[in-house]
C-alpha cells in the first residue's frame, strides 16, 4: 500500500501564492504518474497538472503560465507552485499517484482564494 500526505493549503488574497506538497510512503517500486487535481463545490473533479516520471508535464488552460508541478523522485514527492492565484481557484486539491495499475490519492487539501 502506499499512503499519501498532503501539505501547503491555506487561504490567501486574489493574486497571492501557494506552494503545495505531496509525499508519499509504504510499498513504492516506481511511481509512472504523479497530478493534482482538484474540486470545487458543485463541480466534478478536474486534473489541474500531472508529470510523468520522465518529467513531461501537462496542465489544465486555466492554469497554464500560473501553476507549476515539478517532483522529486528521491523523496516521491510532488509539488504544485501556485501563483497568481484567483478567486476561481478555491476548491480541494487531491494529489494522485499512479504505481502500476494502482491508484493513490491524498486526503485533500482546502485552498481558498478570497478576492
Known amino acids: 500500500q502506499v499512503q499519501l500526505v498532503e501539505s501547503g493549503g491555506g487561504s490567501v488574497q486574489a493574486g497571492g501564492s501557494l506552494r503545495l506538497s505531496c509525499a508519499a510512503s509504504?510499498?513504492?517500486?516506481?511511481?509512472?504518474?504523479m497530478g493534482w487535481f482538484r474540486q470545487a463545490p458543485g463541480k466534478q473533479r478536474e486534473l489541474v497538472a500531472g508529470v510523468t516520471s520522465g518529467g513531461s508535464t501537462n496542465y489544465a488552460d486555466s492554469v497554464k503560465g500560473r501553476f507549476t508541478i515539478s517532483r522529486d523522485n528521491t523523496k516521491n514527492t510532488v509539488f504544485l507552485q501556485m501563483n497568481s492565484l484567483k478567486p476561481e481557484d478555491t476548491a480541494v486539491y487531491y494529489c494522485?499517484?499512479?504505481?502500476?495499475?494502482?491508484?493513490?490519492w491524498g486526503q485533500g487539501t482546502q485552498v481558498t482564494v478570497s478576492s
Open positions: 509504504g510499498s513504492i517500486f516506481g511511481i509512472l504518474h
Open positions: 494522485r499517484f499512479i504505481q502500476g495499475v494502482a491508484h493513490y
